[in-house]
């Protein structure tokens, strides 16, 4: 059960990315954008999650997935204080 959730977590995030692109696209807002790319590493993190905790259990990703969010969460700053003008 526990892996359908981190499967459907990444999948929601990966739908998130998609739909923000679209929006992009479609408008030309920067902050769509930034909030695109930040769902893009919200999803490798969620897929990270997901291969640590059920495909690889005894190898620790722990770094890597924190790592990635922090990325993720950096994109989203920047872009929320410099693109908002």
Do not use: H, Q
Request: hydrophobic letters at 60%.
């Amino acid at each position: 059960m526990a892996a359908a959730v981190y499967v459907l977590g990444a999948l929601t995030s990966f739908v998130c990315a998609v739909l923000l692109f679209r929006g992009y696209a479609g408008g030309k807002r920067r902050l769509l954008l930034w909030s695109g790319l930040c769902f893009v590493c919200l999803t490798l993190s969620n897929a990270f999650i997901f291969v640590d905790l059920v495909l690889l259990p005894n190898v620790d990703l722990y770094r890597l997935r924190l790592g990635t969010a922090l990325v993720a969460m950096g994109m989203l700053l920047y872009g929320l204080i410099w693109e908002s003008k």
